[in-house]
Nanobody
């Protein structure tokens, strides 16, 4: 069974940058499409980005041009580089995985495994 652990969250000022990592264990990361999600206080969880097994990438409009997702299957790690952070980016960020045979399908639905999240706080 796949386990996911997020790290890299913290407090950053408006316009700053943070890099999140999602470390996978217990199974081969290359068999999974990965999604990043976030949940702000009092709001529903929303999808931020996804990366397929083959590297297809998609972003929510709210983060497009500021966030970059990548994966290193050899290191069993997925990354989310966040630049130009805004107070509205404040949230707990989660990575999630969906086991799939499709190499180029990028979707934020039907995730099988979830990490426990890492808190990102952006101050103004």
């Amino acid at each position: 069974q796949l386990q996911l652990v997020e790290s890299g969250g913290g407090l950053v000022q408006l316009g700053g940058s943070l890099g999140l990592s999602c470390a996978a264990s217990g199974s081969t990361l290359s068999a999974y499409a990965i999604g990043w999600f976030r949940q702000a206080p009092g709001k529903e969880r929303e999808g931020v980005s996804c990366i397929s097994r083959g590297g297809t990438i998609a972003y929510a409009d709210s983060v497009k041009g500021r966030f970059t997702v990548s994966r290193d299957d050899a290191k069993s790690t997925v990354y989310l580089q966040m630049n130009g952070l805004k107070p509205e980016d404040t949230a707990v960020y989660y990575c999630a995985a969906r086991e799939t045979l499709a190499r180029f399908s990028c979707s934020l639905s039907g995730m099988d495994y979830w990490g426990k999240g890492t808190l990102v706080t952006v101050s103004s």
